[in-house]
C-alpha cells in the first residue's frame, strides 16, 4: 500500500493502437513526474501500484504504456481507472492552485457569495474537465472547469468561488 497521500493526476481512456498503450486524460498542468511510483485505481478497489514503462504526447494527447499491458485487450480492461501519484512526488503549488482532490467536497459559492451547491467529483469526458456539482437538492451542475470560470478558492474554509457561463444555473436550478 502507498504511505502518503494519493493525487488523482489522470484518468485512462481507450487504447491507442495493437501494443498495450493507453490515452490518458491528464488532470494536471504539469509533467507526468519521471520515475514516481503510480498507483491505479479502479472504482471502490484499493489501488496497486503500476509500472510506467513509456509515456508520450501524441496529438495533444498522453499516450502511456504500462509492465504487463502488451495488447488492445488489456489495455482496454484499464479504461476509467484513475492514475494517481504520491504528494510527495509531486512539484510544489503555487499559491493560487490547489489539487482537485483538496477541492472534493468544498462548498462551491456564486460571484453574489450563494451557496449553489457541493464539488463532487471531477469527470474529463473528450478531454474536458468537467466538475460535478450536487446542489442542496439533489441536482447535478455539469460545470466547465475553464479558469475564466473559477474565480478563486479556500482549501481551509473548503470553498470554491465561480462564475459560471451565463445561464448555465438556470438551466440545472432555474436561479
Request: hydrophobic fraction near 40%; glycine fraction near 10%; aromatic fraction near 6%.
Amino acid at each position: 500500500m502507498p504511505r502518503g497521500v494519493l493525487i488523482h493526476m489522470g484518468t485512462l481512456l481507450r487504447p491507442h493502437g495493437i501494443k498495450g498503450e493507453v490515452r490518458v486524460a491528464w488532470h494536471a498542468d504539469s509533467p507526468l513526474p519521471p520515475d514516481a511510483p503510480l498507483w491505479l485505481a479502479c472504482g471502490q478497489e484499493p489501488p496497486r501500484p503500476a509500472r510506467l514503462l513509456s509515456c508520450r504526447e501524441h496529438q495533444g494527447c498522453l499516450l502511456t504504456s504500462f509492465e504487463g499491458i502488451t495488447d488492445r485487450s488489456a489495455a482496454e480492461a484499464l479504461r476509467g481507472q484513475k492514475l494517481l501519484i504520491d504528494r510527495a512526488f509531486l512539484p510544489p503549488l503555487a499559491e493560487d492552485e490547489a489539487y482537485v482532490q483538496d477541492l472534493l467536497n468544498a462548498d462551491v459559492r456564486l460571484p453574489d457569495g450563494r451557496r449553489l451547491g457541493r464539488f463532487e467529483r471531477l469527470e474529463s469526458p473528450a478531454g474536458q474537465d468537467i466538475w460535478v456539482i450536487l446542489t442542496d437538492e439533489g441536482k447535478e451542475i455539469l460545470f466547465p472547469a475553464q479558469p475564466c470560470f473559477i474565480q478563486g478558492f479556500d482549501t481551509g474554509r473548503r470553498t470554491v468561488y465561480i462564475n459560471p457561463p451565463q445561464g448555465l444555473t438556470e438551466v440545472y436550478v432555474g436561479r
